[in-house]
């Protein structure tokens, strides 16, 4: 069975400081990663998924499989991005479900 | 586009009685809808897939008798807890995707169930 881990239950980093949430995960096959982002009093929605190579909000992240992380990055870390991070795996032919991780709340203090 | 609604935001109820939780699709069509339960402080658990006009595949442990779902049209699934304790109160939070594979979830609010 497929296990996502999220290590840090709260992350506090000050406004400009660099942002490293990390993700490690556990699948034997092919798998795909998401980051999914909770703002307070507001609905999960995705930030990113690792197929599609992109940067969302100053927000990246790289599949390592030797490492079997999926650790999210930001240089510069905005008040604004205070919120709840999920760290999501599906597996290829899964039927589309996920297996989230435990999240890490993040908070930037000015 | 892709919003999905849930309804009631939150309900608390005696123990004993049923509570429906509505999911719908506001603006595609939902081949697929995922429920999920999340307790405070803690990660979603995945309940049961459902598809348009079939039974719901339930996930390991949970208790089909007691979360039943009904996926009965394109745009509406619906979770009810039946005789309901003091052990179910947790945030149940809806989502669903056009049933393509690799498509994105889209999440509801979630819904507050509160079992007194």
């Known amino acids: 069975a497929q296990r996502v881990t999220q290590p840090e239950k709260l992350l506090s980093v000050f406004k400009g400081a660099p942002v490293e949430l990390k993700c490690n995960y556990s699948?034997?096959?092919?798998?795909?990663l998401f980051w999914y982002v909770q703002y307070s009093r507001q609905r999960l929605q995705l930030l990113l998924r690792?197929?599609?190579?992109?940067s969302i909000k100053g927000f990246t992240a790289d599949l390592n499989k030797g490492e079997t992380s999926f650790h999210l990055k930001k240089p510069f870390a905005q008040e604004e991005d205070s919120a709840m991070y999920y760290c999501?795996?599906?597996?290829w032919g899964g039927g589309n479900k996920l297996t989230f991780g435990t999240g890490t709340q993040l908070k930037v203090e000015l | 586009g892709a919003v999905v609604s849930q309804h009631p935001s939150w309900v608390i109820c005696k123990s004993g009685t049923s509570v429906k939780i509505e999911c719908r699709s506001l603006d595609f069509q939902a081949t697929t809808m995922f429920w999920y339960r999340q307790f405070p402080k803690q990660s979603l658990m995945l309940m049961a897939t459902s598809n348009e006009g079939s039974k719901a595949t339930y996930e390991q442990g949970v208790e089909k008798d007691k979360f039943l779902i009904n996926h009965a049209s394109l745009t509406l699934s619906t979770l009810t807890v039946t005789s309901a304790h003091p052990e179910d109160s947790s945030f149940y939070i809806c989502?669903?995707?056009?049933?393509?594979?690799?498509?994105?979830?889209?999440f509801g609010p979630g819904t507050r169930l509160t079992v007194l």
């Open positions: 699948y034997s096959g092919s798998p795909e």
């Open positions: 999501a795996l599906r597996r």
């Open positions: 989502s669903a995707d056009m049933g393509r594979e690799s498509d994105t979830q889209y």
């Open positions: 690792h197929i599609s190579r992109e």
